[in-house]
Nanobody, 124 residues
Framework: QVPLVESGGGLVQAGGSLRLSCTAS????????IGWFRQAPGKERDFVAA????????TYGDAVQDRFTISRDNANNTVYLRMVSLKPDDTAVYYC?????????????????WGRGTQVTVSS
């Protein structure tokens, strides 16, 4: 098990920004590709962004392209999701997930470990 912990969520006005963090105590995240997903009330969980273990490859969901940036600091065992120009439609619980093998993926089933999520609420 890799106990992932998300933080940084909160309430923000439309147009504002937040930075989410994903860490794992007692486990090194540098071995894993990391993805961010989100789930809005009454909706399925959607892919947001992912980054390779080295940080050299990133990919984004269409809804967040050019507004969100995923990055990682392996020395500090943390992956970040910088979100700007937030919209009410970005309101969701945001989850980070770890993928041990394979290329960077947008598919949930390829991620072996999940955090419990952090709430992001964007008011209009």
């Amino acid at each position: 098990q890799v106990p992932l912990v998300e933080s940084g969520g909160g309430l923000v006005q439309a147009g504002g920004s937040l930075r989410l963090s994903c860490t794992a105590s007692a486990h090194t995240l540098s071995m894993y590709n990391i993805g961010w997903f989100r789930q809005a009330p009454g909706k399925e969980r959607d892919f947001v962004a992912a980054i390779s273990w080295s940080g050299s490859t990133t990919t984004y969901g269409d809804a967040v392209q050019d507004r969100f940036t995923i990055s990682r600091d392996n020395a500090n065992n943390t992956v970040y999701l910088r979100m700007v120009s937030l919209k009410p439609d970005d309101t969701a619980v945001y989850y980070c997930a770890a993928q041990f093998r394979g290329g960077v993926s947008s598919r949930e089933y390829e991620y072996q470990y999940w955090g419990r999520g952090t709430q992001v609420t964007v008011s209009s």
